[in-house]
């Protein structure tokens, strides 16, 4: 297991859903810390795969004005709020 912070909870939570929606699982651990568990076996593509992707989903969640769409919004009812 391996972990790192990221700037605050609401970036942490993007890139958690940004991850998932490519592909690659990842976990919140503590107040803005994203967890990596791979499996004990493992190969280097993959490794690869994974930091493309957690790479591609920082770029984007840390842009200003970023906005998850996508069938996942409709999971997670992201942009509505809760009356």
Request: proline fraction near 2%; include cysteine.
């Amino acid at each position: 297991m391996c972990a790192f912070d990221m700037q605050n909870k609401k970036i942490r939570n993007d890139i958690i859903i940004e991850c998932i929606t490519n592909g690659l699982v990842v976990i919140g651990c503590g107040e803005r810390g994203i967890r990596l568990i791979p499996p004990y076996i493992i190969e280097k593509n993959h490794i690869d795969e994974a930091f493309r992707i957690i790479e591609s989903a920082i770029k984007k969640c840390t842009k200003q004005g970023f906005k998850h769409s996508g069938k996942i919004c409709h999971y997670l009812d992201c942009g509505t709020e809760n009356t």
